[in-house]
């Protein structure tokens, strides 16, 4: 009776180290710090990058999601905070939202530049920040909940991923209320000269 106890008691153990380990679970707050100490140092001072966006319904279980829009495009960042966002190619499914076509409203751009230059993760005045990591997977996320009512009324939360070194952001996530945007960065160049002119207003 002893064996088979202490079999079920190691059992236990074994699945509460595995769902604790193999899942997405909130850093302590010194890790949180040396993360965000992290992404300010990686924050390039110019970046070039290919973005894919792709706005959808969340789906019932089992089902297949409704695509609404896609846009793909070349984004370019020049420090201080000065973002381009070039749409090349857009595609749209139908007429759910005519307001945003492409989806580049002014929140997008806060949040884009916030991001990119590491302000987003300290912003507790506008969100709730929470830093996860998946051990198991050695990959990192910031979810962030709304508190500003601009944002808040259109966005429940946003999730952004990192590639693995944490040099670059992989995608993000906005999790509005009818539907779902993600973004997704690749060919990304930083720290490279940037012609000015790509920034004028015409």
């Keep these: 009776?002893?064996?088979?106890?202490?079999?079920?008691?190691?059992?236990?153990?074994?699945?509460?180290?595995?769902?604790?380990y193999d899942s997405w679970g909130d850093v302590p707050e010194r890790a949180q710090q040396?993360?965000?100490?992290?992404?300010?140092?990686?924050?390039?001072?110019t970046l070039t990058s290919d973005f894919y966006?792709?706005?959808s319904d969340f789906g019932e279980p089992n089902t297949k999601s409704i695509l609404y829009n896609q846009t793909q495009g070349k984004l370019y960042y020049q420090t201080p905070g000065i973002l381009r966002l070039e749409?090349?190619?857009?595609?749209?499914?139908?007429d759910f939202d005519k307001s945003t076509r492409p989806y580049f409203n002014s929140n997008t751009f806060k949040i884009l530049l916030s991001v990119i230059d590491a302000s987003i993760y300290?912003?507790?005045?506008?969100?709730?920040?929470?830093?996860?990591y998946w051990p198991s997977m050695n990959e990192w996320r910031v979810q962030l909940?709304?508190?500003?009512?601009?944002?808040?009324?259109?966005?429940?939360?946003?999730?952004i991923y990192f590639t693995q070194d944490l040099l670059n952001i992989e995608f993000i996530t906005l999790h509005e209320y009818r539907y779902d945007t993600d973004i997704n960065f690749e060919n990304q160049i930083s720290n490279q000269p940037l012609d000015n002119k790509l920034f004028n207003v015409e």
């Design 122 to 132: 300290q912003d507790e005045k506008n969100f709730e920040v929470s830093i996860q």
């Design 145 to 159: 909940t709304p508190k500003r009512k601009s944002y808040a009324k259109e966005i429940e939360l946003i999730e």
């Design 34 to 45: 040396e993360f965000i100490q992290k992404m300010k140092q990686n924050s390039p001072q």
């Design 87 to 94: 749409a090349t190619a857009s595609t749209f499914i139908t």
């Design 1 to 20: 009776m002893k064996k088979i106890l202490v079999l079920l008691f190691g059992l236990c153990v074994s699945i509460t180290a595995f769902g604790q």
């Design 53 to 55: 966006l792709i706005r």
